[in-house]
């Protein structure tokens, strides 16, 4: 009886995890979801749009090493990236009422030259299923999620760089680790 319902439930878990799977190459959209703009002007995350380019969203907090580091690598390639893509970066912190003050004085001072937004209460975080920083989506010129990665490694940019690029020749994602 065990046997059969070990096998019962492989079943029922690798087809749920090939809808998935099947949902995330096809695309699914950014969230109808408020978020804030550096200066506390309410936005709508999924008006977002690049003329059909490639689209990248960070999701990062001012007290989480890896995201700044990931933030920084992607800032000193970002002209490159603009240039041979079209790419359009987008950091969206997860800083809460404590610390988010500390996020524009730290984007000013690193120089970061893409969109910044504040999720203050979390809300497109839990709609796009974050659980922890650095987070990293890439969206197709169609505004559909077709990528994600969390955390980061020295180097971790080279495969967001291969992804980017695949997105904008209109190329279905396909990454070799």
Not at 151 to 163: D, R, S
């Given at each position: 009886?065990?046997?059969?319902?070990?096998?019962?439930?492989?079943?029922?878990?690798?087809?749920?995890?090939?809808?998935?799977?099947?949902?995330?190459?096809?695309?699914?959209?950014?969230?109808?979801?408020?978020?804030?703009?550096?200066?506390?002007?309410?936005?709508?995350?999924?008006?977002?749009?690049?003329?059909g380019?490639p689209?990248?969203?960070?999701?990062?907090?001012?007290?989480?090493?890896?995201?700044?580091?990931?933030?920084?690598?992607?800032?000193?390639?970002?002209?490159?990236?603009?240039?041979?893509?079209?790419?359009?970066?987008?950091?969206?912190?997860?800083?809460?009422?404590?610390?988010?003050?500390?996020?524009?004085?730290?984007?000013?001072?690193?120089?970061?030259?893409?969109?910044?937004?504040?999720?203050?209460?979390?809300?497109?975080?839990?709609?796009?299923?974050?659980?922890?920083?650095?987070?990293?989506?890439?969206?197709?010129?169609?505004?559909?999620?077709?990528?994600?990665?969390?955390?980061?490694?020295?180097?971790?940019?080279?495969?967001?760089?291969?992804?980017?690029?695949q997105?904008?020749?209109?190329?279905?994602?396909?990454?070799?680790?």
């Amino acid at each position: 009886m065990y046997q059969t319902l070990r096998i019962a439930l492989f079943a029922v878990l690798l087809f749920a995890a090939t809808i998935s799977a099947a949902q995330e190459k096809s695309g699914r959209p950014l969230p109808n979801v408020t978020v804030k703009t550096l200066t506390g002007d309410s936005f709508i995350f999924n008006k977002i749009e690049n003329g059909g380019k490639p689209i990248v969203v960070d999701f990062w907090a001012t007290w989480c090493k890896p995201c700044i580091e990931e933030l920084n690598a992607i800032h000193e390639n970002y002209e490159e990236w603009q240039k041979e893509t079209g790419v359009k970066v987008v950091a969206v912190s997860l800083d809460d009422a404590r610390t988010m003050n500390r996020v524009a004085p730290m984007v000013n001072g690193r120089g970061w030259e893409f969109e910044v937004y504040i999720d203050p209460n979390s809300d497109l975080k839990r709609a796009m299923n974050v659980n922890m920083p650095p987070h990293t989506f890439v969206v197709n010129g169609n505004g559909e999620i077709v990528w994600q990665h969390v955390g980061y490694a020295e180097g971790n940019e080279l495969e967001l760089l291969e992804v980017i690029k695949q997105v904008a020749n209109g190329q279905p994602v396909n990454v070799s680790k």
